[in-house]
């Protein structure tokens, strides 16, 4: 089956899933984000990290759950392990660089805690916390970490219900473009 009509029928199963204490669903959520990165140029391949950035999410029996008990069920490497059956490195890493550029950006800017939404600051904790000052150098270092921190924003502006203007057909011709042959 191809890259688009895997990602496709995982879209499709949860479409009516809510996303983890938020007003939207999941998957309203993660094509929101991708209509952010399109709207900022981003190149092809961001933008459908930015589709599949939560996926994670989808693949990880009772997140819900997990989340309620305080568990993080680490959707960002769930996610990564299954994006990267089908998709190039710089995709998947940015999908698994994604908690990561929260955390640098509590720490690293004063103000971006008071943006998180209620469910983003709780998951934060549940994530781990803020980095510390070594940890926010290291991480903002690594390969991809600036188009994680750019898919971090369009991700906390991505949670508005009914704002959803595509649908997961209308970035087909990108999945496809940039999925592995």
């Excluded at 299954?82 to 800017?109: C, E, G, M």
């Excluded at 803020?130 to 924003?153: G, K, N, P, W």
């Amino acid at each position: 089956m191809s890259a688009f009509l895997e990602v496709k029928e995982l879209f499709e199963l949860a479409k009516a899933e809510e996303y983890l204490g938020e007003d939207i669903t999941l998957v309203e959520h993660m094509i929101q984000c991708a209509q952010r990165a399109r709207a900022d140029e981003a190149p092809h391949w961001l933008v459908v990290a930015a589709l599949l950035h939560d996926i994670g999410h989808l693949l990880v029996p009772n997140a819900a759950s997990a989340q309620d008990s305080g568990i993080d069920m680490h959707h960002d490497d769930v996610g990564a392990e299954w994006i990267s059956k089908y998709f190039p490195n710089n995709i998947v890493q940015v999908v698994r660089l994604h908690v990561d550029a929260k955390k640098y950006l509590v720490t690293t800017d004063s103000a971006y805690l008071a943006r998180l939404s209620e469910a983003s600051q709780l998951t934060l904790g549940i994530q781990g916390g803020l980095f510390s000052e070594s940890e926010a150098t290291d991480f903002i270092q690594q390969q991809f970490a600036h188009e994680a921190v750019l898919l971090r924003q369009w991700d906390d502006a991505s949670k508005v219900r009914g704002a959803t203007e595509s649908t997961i057909e209308d970035f087909e011709e990108l999945i496809n473009e940039v999925a592995l042959a």
